[in-house]
């Protein structure tokens, strides 16, 4: 298993973060996508050339996904994971008072980024007869909440994304998979809030909430499962968190 390449995106924070360090400790070469120039070099700065491979980008622009993937390194370009992470939530607003640009923002970060990513990898797996491919969806694609409306449309969407190509790549030696984490502690609530640190904070009060490296260890576990075992849907939870919006918050279930 050392020197399998793992291509993670939104690798710039949170759970992207956490896959990148915990790919690299367990042998993996990882190369790592993401918007924020200097959270890359961060990154960057932690481990050798031949261990991770970085680069600015942003999902949503196939033309750069296409140009990123069309002109890689030799040495990167047996891609055995892709880990599909990169995603966001803009605002938490009834379904009339919804923000267009918010939404927009949504379908094509959540969605169509994942497949400006997928349509170009998926092909290389493949050629090589193998691989996988891990999607990091939500709790929010299996269940919705009061004034998620978008998001969780978007996250639903993932799932029945990931089924699909399931069906269409399993024939062909690649594995997909689903992640579906519940509440986090990363910069999610911060980015859907646009930096209101109180609101945010308000999510997390009053009980333990996964972390980023909760979530990574679990994509590791199911990216190393035996080459005949495919773990194909995972939710994954606080153990306070009993449904989407609702929280046993200091042992009292709340809704937030």
């Not at 040495?75 to 055995?80: A, H, L, N, P, V």
Request: glycine share 8%.
């Amino acid at each position: 298993m050392i020197g399998r390449v793992a291509c993670v995106t939104g690798a710039t924070a949170g759970i992207g973060r956490a896959c990148v360090h915990r790919f690299i400790a367990g042998g993996w070469r990882v190369i790592a996508l993401g918007r924020r120039a200097f959270r890359l070099l961060e990154l960057k700065n932690n481990y050798t050339a031949k261990q991770l491979h970085t680069a600015q980008l942003d999902v949503r622009d196939r033309k750069k996904v296409r140009d990123f993937f069309d002109n890689l390194l030799m040495e990167w370009s047996k891609i055995d994971l892709l880990v599909n992470n990169a995603g966001l939530a803009r605002g938490l607003s009834s379904i009339e008072d919804g923000d267009f640009e918010d939404w927009d923002e949504m379908i094509d970060v959540n969605l169509k980024g994942l497949l400006n990513v997928t349509r170009m990898v998926a092909p290389m797996m493949v050629r090589q007869n193998s691989g996988h491919i891990i999607n990091v969806g939500s709790l929010a694609g299996k269940e919705v909440y009061a004034k998620g409306n978008v998001y969780c449309a978007t996250k639903h969407a993932v799932d029945a994304l990931t089924r699909a190509m399931r069906l269409d790549l399993t024939p062909k030696g690649v594995k997909v998979s689903a992640v579906h984490p519940g509440l986090v502690e990363t910069e999610f609530s911060l980015i859907r809030f646009r930096g209101d640190e109180t609101r945010a904070k308000k999510v997390y009060e009053g009980f333990r909430p996964l972390t980023g490296d909760d979530v990574a260890e679990t994509i590791f576990y199911v990216a190393n499962a035996p080459a005949h075992v495919n773990i194909a849907d995972v939710v994954m939870l606080p153990s306070a968190q009993a449904a989407s919006g609702v929280v046993a918050r200091d042992r009292t279930p709340q809704k937030f």
